[in-house]
């Protein structure tokens, strides 16, 4: 009874909070419009202030147009200058460069600001879109790298679609800045609560619409930055082709976000929103353009592997470091707010971030090695399929297993590594988990049964990646081999989970070598000396094709009579080939003596069929 009351009244005050919520935003929306009943008041008050200040509208206008204009031009111009005097330098002296160029347009800005306004609330206002107008070129140079670095490396020319989603984004976020600073300018004037809510939102809602009209428009070349390089993962796929719509729902959230945050009178401040919209609709270009650094570090030879696996990292690296500005924008006034002790939280988000980045760099290792050695592995075959599927080295089969069970440990001791930085106590959890795996192995010993029987398996190297065996329940190529079974592949196409422990015997077909012997039916008196002089011939024949001579170990050659069976000789050849490689040179070596016994008269006997028993002799 006690329960159902205390259900009662926390769902009552849940429905109570909810209602005064509701209230609140509908007197906050009474509010807003009632406010714009004001705002021809406030227009005229605000041009009294600036006549006060020794301006007007249409001059400070002016001057503001003039003043970016001015710097827009110096920037670019030295920035071009610069460019081409370290055209042949590395990128870090064009990153000076920029540098430079931005600190001198910021300095022609500044001495144009005293000399066009008076001194006061004019100059600083000139002044701060001298400073924006520096940091707005550099965001859309920023933007500009990152779409252009996320393209894939199979792609290194810039497409037509791609120019034309720099140009109008960069027009976009353009229009967003100025509204920023428009709305910024009119708060340096004190305006009132009417027009400066009319400014807000009648600047935010065509900004929203073009940037969403920019997004749908590019939709596909959006999609293709965000893919990033091959062999890209399954969801790296579905993100990049949801992406768009992603980002177009993240825009529409935003606007009804700060549309209720401003009608329940707790604005959202505007640079944080615009750095939450940029770092949002950054992030995956970024990590395409590190995925394409990283994979060139994969690729290349001269790089160790400790440098790819940092360039790997890196990419972690960037998430952690915008997860953390996410938090420093929003998590802290909302922990400021509930009183929540900010230097422990920081403290112990930085610990278990320094050991999540130590543990996705040995991860990246883990995974740098395997690659480099799988790719030495098969240095040579490329896209090909056959190639692809060709049996693998001792090292080749082991190495992913040992992989996979690697990147297992370094992702328990990173967890259990974090959760001791923040305080939990491990061993209860590890004592836990010691007991739950003793009752597994007491209660799955088939399960322990399979483990130790393959392992002891690849210790004997009994079959690898790539290699046709056959087991005593089912045959084929060995496709995986995981902790507890091997997955055999079929001539036929069907795939048979074996676990270890029902293994028994095998039979590897692919190992080292494999004898082939062809069996000839030829009449009674054939020239036997005749027929081993065209096996010679046809075993030079087949020794000197480009094709198939890489995969002969010993030449095409007769071995003579065999027996002889109601009249006819039994004339046997062989020859040695590389296993999986025997069937190209067979069928060589049966068409070439088909020729040649009909060229020289050799008679072929057919074998005789045999009556079934029970069925009647022959009259």
């Known amino acids: ?15 109570s909070s909810l209602e005064q919520l509701g209230n609140r935003f509908v007197a906050g929306l009474y509010a807003r419009v ?5 705002v021809p008041a406030e227009f005229e008050s605000l041009r009294a202030s600036l006549l006060a200040g020794g301006t007007s509208l249409l001059l400070l206008l002016f001057q503001i147009v003039l003043i970016v204009a001015l710097v827009a031009a110096v920037f670019l111009l030295a920035n071009r200058r610069f460019r081409k005097a370290t055209a042949a330098s590395g990128a870090w002296r064009r990153f000076v460069a920029g540098i430079v160029a931005a600190l001198l347009a910021l300095v022609v800005g500044f001495i144009a600001a005293r000399l066009l306004a008076a001194s006061g609330l004019p100059t600083r206002i000139l002044q701060l879109w001298t400073i924006v107008t520096v940091v707005g070129i550099a965001i859309l140079a920023a933007v500009r790298a990152l779409l252009l670095g996320s393209r894939r490396a199979e792609f290194p020319e810039r497409s037509f679609h791609l120019t034309a989603l720099l140009r109008d984004l960069s027009f976009a976020i353009g229009c967003a800045i ?23 939102t009648g600047l935010a809602i065509p900004i929203y619409l073009l940037f969403g009209w920019v997004i749908w428009r590019h939709k596909r070349a959006m999609a293709v930055a965000v893919a990033g390089p091959h062999p890209r993962s399954r969801w790296r ?3 990049a082709k949801s992406w768009p719509a992603i980002v177009i729902g993240f825009l529409i959230i935003t606007f009804f976000s700060t549309q209720a945050a401003l009608t329940m009178g707790a604005p959202l401040r505007g640079s944080a929103v615009l750095l939450t919209a940029l770092m949002f609709l950054a992030t995956p270009h970024l990590d395409a353009m590190i995925g394409n650094w990283a994979h060139r570090g994969m690729e290349s030879p001269d790089i160790s592997i400790p440098i790819a696996a940092a360039r790997q990292t890196a990419r972690f690296m960037v998430l952690v470091i915008i997860t953390a500005m996410l938090g420093t924008l929003w998590a802290t006034p909302l922990a400021a707010g509930f009183g929540i002790d900010l230097r422990e939280v920081a403290r112990g988000a930085t610990g278990g971030a320094l050991i999540a980045l130590v543990a996705a760099f040995l991860w990246n290792m883990v995974g740098t090695v395997k690659g480099r050695a799988l790719r030495a592995e098969l240095p040579a075959v490329g896209n090909d399929e056959d190639g692809q599927g060709a049996p693998r080295s001792r090292l080749g089969t082991l190495v992913p297993l040992l992989s996979a ?23 209860p959890l590890i004592t836990g988990l010691s007991v739950f795996g003793l009752a597994i192995a007491f209660g799955s010993q088939a399960l322990v049964k399979d483990v130790v029987s393959g392992l002891f398996f690849l210790i004997d190297d ?17 496709e995986k081999i995981s902790i507890r079974s091997v997955s055999l592949r079929h001539h036929r196409g069907a795939l048979a989970t074996v676990p270890y422990s029902q293994i028994g015997e095998i039979q590897n077909f692919s190992r080292d070598w494999v004898v082939e012997k062809l069996t ?30 890489p995969d002969l170990l010993e030449p095409f050659k007769s071995q003579g009579i065999a027996e002889v069976e109601d009249g006819t000789l039994i004339i046997r050849a062989k020859f040695k080939a590389k296993p999986g490689k025997q069937y190209m040179i067979r069928r060589a070596a049966l068409k070439a003596a088909h020729n040649a016994f009909r060229e020289n008269g050799i008679q072929a006997v057919a074998k005789p069929m045999t009556s079934s028993p029970g069925a009647p002799a022959p009259a």
């Open 1 to 15: 009874m006690n329960d159902e009351t205390t259900t009662v009244a926390d769902v009552t005050s849940v429905i």
């Open 34 to 38: 009632a406010a714009l009943n004001g």
């Open 178 to 200: 100025i509204g920023l600073m428009l709305i910024a300018t009119l708060r340096l004037w004190t305006v009132g609560p009417g027009l400066g809510d009319l400014m807000r």
């Open 237 to 239: 796929a579905r993100l």
């Open 405 to 427: 069970v690697g990147k297992s440990g370094i992702l328990a001791l990173a967890l259990l590594s974090i959760l001791v930085s923040v305080g939990v106590n491990v061993w």
């Open 462 to 478: 009994a079959f690898r990646l790539g290699e046709y065996i056959e087991t005593s329940t089912a045959k084929g190529t060995v």
């Open 520 to 549: 000839f039916r030829l009449a009674l008196d054939t020239d036997v000396e005749k027929v081993r002089k065209l096996f010679k011939k046809i075993g030079q024949e087949i020794a000197a094709d480009p094709e198939l001579a």
